[in-house]
């Protein structure tokens, strides 16, 4: 079974699910919405020194177990509960955190590849700080947005403005999509190894100061297009049989 997890309405993960159905058969493929994981669901989940094993049953009565899985694509943010909803605060964020922590431990005990992979920062891939981020993008080439902290009143990072809505480029694997140049190719596949992200939206903008072209951020959930999803479908299953 090869997996696609994401949050309801992400229609580039619908997109990847039809390119791995088209490879080894919709029969081999589940799509599963982030609610449909959470809610009325039952997980057997246990932890040992030779590893985790994990069994879900969903509320559609589909099961999902670890050692079964061949690939996984994850595209979550967090963990939904939306049957805390009318909870406590204190209770539904207690909740939340901890239906994170039990997918942490799920994905990061599974022995399939997974797209992107689990970090302690992160669901698929490590959430940075924005000068975090900057540092790493300058050490693989990139020319990032100056920052600067406003201590007054109300602290805040001030970004270097932009002067247009920014561009992304793709990295999936060893193929990277819409770079202008071989140095942002190049840069970009970099950044994306050093995140531990396979699949990563690269994202460019021109300085509204000048005419430099400027990292500004990522996205580990990047929109693929048909392309981009036949790339991750290559990363999880290989060719079309």
């Avoid at 599974?110 to 669901?123: F, K, Q």
């Avoid at 202008?180 to 460019?204: I, K, M, W």
């Amino acid at each position: 079974m090869v997996l696609v997890l994401a949050h309801t309405g992400d229609a580039e993960a619908e997109l990847l699910a039809r390119e791995l159905g088209r490879r080894v058969g919709g029969d081999a493929v589940a799509l599963v919405w982030a609610e449909e994981l959470l809610l009325g669901s039952s997980f057997n989940h246990s932890v040992s020194e030779v590893g985790a094993m994990t069994e879900i049953e969903l509320a559609s009565g589909q099961r999902l177990v670890s050692g079964e899985l061949e690939g996984v694509a994850c595209r979550l943010t967090h963990a939904p509960v939306p049957h805390f909803e009318r909870a406590a605060e204190a209770d539904r964020r207690y909740a939340a955190i901890e239906a994170h922590a039990l997918l942490i431990s799920w994905l990061a005990g599974l022995h399939c590849a997974v797209v992107n992979p689990v970090t302690s920062r992160g669901l698929s891939g490590p959430s940075l700080e924005p000068p975090e981020l900057l540092s790493l993008a300058a050490a693989c080439g990139l020319r990032g947005r100056r920052l600067r902290l406003d201590s007054r009143a109300d602290p805040q990072l001030l970004q270097e403005p932009l002067a247009e809505e920014p561009r992304m480029v793709l990295v999936a694997g060893e193929m990277v999509f819409d770079a202008l140049t071989t140095d942002e190719s190049v840069a970009c596949a970099e950044l994306a190894h050093r995140l531990g992200c396979p699949v990563l939206g690269v994202q460019f903008a021109t300085s509204a100061e000048s005419d430099d072209q400027l990292f500004c951020g990522v996205d580990p959930l990047p929109r693929l297009g048909p392309e981009g999803a036949m790339a991750v479908a290559d990363l999880m299953v290989g060719a079309p049989v």
